[in-house]
């Protein structure tokens, strides 16, 4: 409003302009030689200056902002060419291509598996031939040649989500093709309803045609919580030796190596010596709560690894190898909604053949018969058919494939 006595518009209060912070960021990425590429930021405060204007200076521009009739003072002039200076005075951030590398894609499969299934379906998809991948139903035609072709151009496949990358497999055929490999059911399937499994799906490392050739006999050690056992079969189904022993100081409560060493070292000693050693490999979570059990297998497994392949560094041929725990389970049909179950009545029934049978599956003496059947503590029966089901499984998948090599007596 204007003042009657002297004619003037009051003078409005201006608030202090406060000081920006412009930020310049400047990124700048380090050598290409560097794998992991990070961005340099730098950010600079530039403070605004701001000139206090006198009282007459703001007594005459409040006369002209009056002169034009407004009432209120004009200041869009001054932010306008704020933003001019700002604009011309920032330089522009250089654009920059950042090279994220993707994550494997991961789909159900993944989780729906074992590690050791998976690593056997990665290690088929990444090593088989185009010939091979065609032996499955549901890769003929062109779809096997593209799975190598995707492999030879992008590298191994790393999940078995990154397989649906090739053009013509879905998660239905990559489901089917997986099964297949882990479980080769066919319609001339052996009796007793037994399903197939690959020879290079059960154990590992994997030998050599020449090697499977000259095992006549096999020696299957399965390490339980306080007890040792073993199954020493013959390629023609004799069964030799089937027997289990305890040992103390496993899980004692407290972990001495040497105690270990010198309780492994004396059973081993009274085993019977056999062309190769199966060893029962399980997968065992990686949770806090499973350590000291974690701990323990892999203790007895490396000392049997050792203990057993004594002339490795001569030979550099392995004597003992790995039996997959879920392999055989499944080649046994021991596994419901998933889960293993105990094979004793498929041991039960392999022992009752022994008895009535002219031909039986294994021959079983009389005696190591009864002293299975007398047993009453259920986690040592379990033991003793876990020990025999993988010599088996081993002797009719493996060497079974393998040109029959009859040793002499």
């Known amino acids: 409003m204007k003042c009657q006595a002297t004619g003037w518009y009051p003078r409005v209060a201006v608030p202090p302009i406060r000081s920006r912070l412009q930020c310049r960021c400047i990124c700048k990425a380090y050598s290409t030689q560097k794998q992991d590429s990070t961005l340099l930021h730098k950010t600079e405060e530039i403070p605004e200056t701001v000139h206090p204007e006198s009282d007459s200076n703001m007594h005459d521009q409040e006369i002209i902002s009056a002169a034009t009739g ?18 011309e005075t920032s330089p522009q951030a250089p654009s920059l291509l950042i090279d994220i590398q993707k994550k494997p894609q991961r789909t159900q499969l993944d989780t729906t598996y074992s590690p050791e299934d998976k690593e056997t379906l990665l290690s088929v998809f990444n090593t088989a031939s185009v010939q091979q991948l065609q032996q499955m139903r549901a890769l003929k035609g062109l779809t096997a040649d593209a799975i190598v072709t995707h492999r030879t151009l992008h590298g191994h496949y790393q999940t078995l989500g990154s397989l649906l990358a090739v053009q013509g497999v879905g998660r239905t055929t990559l489901k089917k093709v997986c099964e297949r490999i882990l479980n080769p059911t066919s319609d001339s399937d052996n009796e007793g309803g037994r399903g ?7 154990y590992k490392p994997q030998l050599s045609q020449d090697t499977l050739q ?3 006999s096999v020696l299957s050690i399965k390490a339980g919580l306080k007890h040792l056992s073993w199954a020493h079969l ?7 030796d089937w027997d289990i022993q305890e040992v103390p100081c496993f899980l004692s409560g407290r972990f001495q190596t040497h105690e270990y060493l010198e309780a492994v070292s004396q059973i081993i000693a009274n085993l019977p010596p056999a062309d190769l050693y199966l060893l029962e490999q399980q997968t065992i979570k990686n949770d806090a709560s499973m350590a000291p059990l974690k701990l323990h297998f892999r203790s007895v497994e490396v000392m049997l690894y050792s203990l057993l392949n004594t002339d490795y560094s001569d030979t550099r041929e392995h004597k003992v190898v790995s039996m997959s725990y879920t392999a055989v389970g499944r080649y046994f049909g021991a596994y419901i909604s998933g889960s293993r179950t105990s094979g004793r009545s498929i041991i039960h029934d392999i022992v009752r053949e022994s008895r ?13 018969a009864w002293n299975f059947l007398g047993r009453k503590d259920g986690i040592v029966k379990d033991s003793l058919c876990d020990s025999l089901m993988q010599a088996l499984a081993f002797v009719e998948i493996v060497l079974a494939d393998s040109h029959t090599g009859m040793k002499d007596s």
């Open 214 to 216: 000259r095992v006549w």
């Open 196 to 202: 197939q499994v690959s020879s290079k799906a059960i």
């Open 234 to 240: 013959c390629r023609d189904g004799t069964l030799h």
């Open 70 to 87: 407004d009432g209120k003072i004009d200041t869009s002039t001054d932010k306008e060419s704020n933003l001019d200076n700002e604009t």
């Open 356 to 368: 009535e049978s002219l031909n039986p599956r294994v021959a079983i003496s009389q005696d190591m």
